[in-house]
């Protein structure tokens, strides 16, 4: 049974508007000035280590940074909604028989909470939360040797440029959406397996694929 692992920010939850309130907050501490529309068209073409250097947050203080920016969306965690359609793509993934978990950054509780709140949270068997910078490649590396006879069987679905780069290190399946803060051209650039724009496409995708796989 195949297992399909999802990040959480942007590809689950629509996180961009919290996220720009987050890395306001955090302006004036790490001495930046707070973002403009222009800016935040800007961040969502570079990675995450590049939007630390383009902020002017020195490489001593990035993990410090982390650690506050993920603290602040803590704060803001009741605000959080899921992407319009994702619950129902979802439902229709568990119902084709596919295997659900969740690899992210954020913090396990935070994820749990939103699961929780709108009842989605039966649908995964597991959460691996806090997987800053390469801990995200570590971690599927280590589902691909325990839950798949092949690493394709393993699928990983991001919203970023590292969330490509993680699937790719750990030779999976990549899937990367274009709901999320990364925009789409540079996401393409990353080579993905797939480029989705809608979570309708999700199941359409994997059965295309699964039918390709079968007729080599």
Not at 107 to 112: E, K, Q, T, Y
Not at 162 to 183: H, I, R, T, Y
Request: aromatic fraction near 8%; proline fraction near 2%.
């Amino acid at each position: 049974m195949r297992l399909i692992v999802f990040d959480f920010d942007g590809t689950l939850a629509d996180s961009l508007g919290i996220f720009i309130e987050a890395t306001n907050r955090l302006a004036k501490d790490f001495r930046y000035e707070p973002l403009n529309s222009t800016q935040v068209e800007l961040l969502r073409k570079l990675g995450i280590q590049e939007i630390a250097q383009e902020l002017g947050i020195p490489k001593w203080r990035s993990l410090c940074y982390l650690q506050r920016f993920r603290q602040e969306l803590t704060r803001s965690i009741d605000d959080l909604a899921l992407v319009e359609g994702i619950d129902t793509a979802l439902h229709s993934l568990k119902a084709e028989g596919y295997r659900l978990g969740i690899v992210t950054a954020n913090s396990r509780r935070n994820v749990g909470h939103v699961l929780q709140k709108y009842k989605i949270d039966h649908l995964f068997e597991f959460i691996y939360g806090g997987q800053i910078l390469s801990g995200k490649s570590r971690t599927l590396k280590r589902l691909a040797r325990h839950n798949a006879s092949h690493p394709k069987e393993l699928i990983y679905i991001g919203d970023e440029i590292n969330d490509v780069k993680a699937a790719n290190q750990a030779a999976l399946m990549s899937v990367a959406v274009s709901w999320g803060f990364n925009d789409r051209s540079v996401l393409a650039e990353q080579g993905p397996d797939y480029l989705l724009d809608n979570p309708e496409q999700i199941l359409v995708s994997l059965t295309s694929q699964k039918l390709s796989m079968r007729s080599v």
